[in-house]
């Protein structure tokens, strides 16, 4: 089992930054990724890393806005999020996959319960 645990989110205004944070415990997995759901959407990819060399990839929507970082020894994942858009209006998860095959922007086996980000005009 893993546990993932979000924090960081709030009412921030268009152009402005949050830093979210995910703290993850439980068994060693492989690879970490950030999703966002806003109201009446479906879940997004937003961005992911793996924890052995830090390998990262971005949305488009997000690229150049947005940076994931890791400390594998506070076992936390981070994401930076500047020049914040109201599109940007969701809740955020963390989530964790276990394993190195697949899609990396699914598969993605355990989730937080999400932190609420709101970018008012």
């Known amino acids: 089992q893993v546990q993932l645990v979000e924090s960081g989110g709030g009412l921030v205004q268009a152009g402005g930054s949050l830093r979210l944070s995910c703290a993850a415990s439980?068994?060693?997995?492989?690879?970490m990724g950030w999703f966002r759901q806003a109201p009446g959407k479906e879940r997004e990819f937003v961005a992911t890393?793996?924890?052995?060399?830090?390998?990262?990839y971005y949305a488009d929507s997000v690229k150049g806005r947005f940076t994931i970082s890791r400390d594998n020894a506070k076992n936390t994942v981070y994401l930076q999020m500047n020049s914040l858009k109201p599109e940007d209006t969701a809740l955020y998860y963390c989530?964790?996959?276990?394993?190195?095959?697949?899609?990396?922007?699914?598969?993605?086996?355990?989730w937080g319960q999400g932190t609420q980000v709101t970018v008012s005009s």
């Open positions: 989530a964790a996959k276990t394993q190195a095959t697949g899609i990396i922007t699914a598969g993605y086996t355990y």
């Open positions: 890393i793996v924890w052995s060399g830090g390998n990262t």
């Open positions: 439980g068994r060693t997995t492989y690879r």
